[in-house]
């Protein structure tokens, strides 16, 4: 069903998992929904389909993301090439971005929520100071 990688992955239990991936389990489920409709529509028209799981480039990204991999290791750890690993991280990005389910609200209803506290400017000036002067 899943390859070796995610079904070790799943293993994990919800504390683990969320701590090395920074989503919970259920919320990798519902990314890894959303990426699959978008990966139909990508190949609705045909096209050779990735020898890659979306699983393991779902986990690709959260690593990249959460535990700040580079590339270059997630290729080296993967088998696979860098130029590959990039373009559906990229991909993923995009889809993500797209579909409405994980938006943020946006900067102008942050800003109607008034915050409970005062922000205060105070004018605070370097004073010289008085030192006792050198008696001979």
Known sequence: MYSPEVTKTLRRSA???????GVSKR???QLLGII???????????GRPSRIPLENKLLWTLQYWC???TIEHLAYEYN??????????????????QDDTFC???K??????KSPYQIVDENVTELSAEHPKKTK
């Open 108 to 113: 102008q209803i942050l800003q109607k929520n």
């Open 27 to 29: 919320t990798f489920f």
């Open 36 to 46: 699959r409709i978008a990966d139909s529509m990508r190949h609705k028209f045909g």
């Open 104 to 106: 943020l609200q946006g």
């Open 67 to 69: 535990e700040y991999h």
């Open 80 to 97: 696979t090439v860098v130029s590959h690993i990039y373009n559906e991280i990229i991909w993923i990005e995009k889809t993500l971005i």
């Open 15 to 21: 504390c683990q998992f969320k701590k090395f991936f």
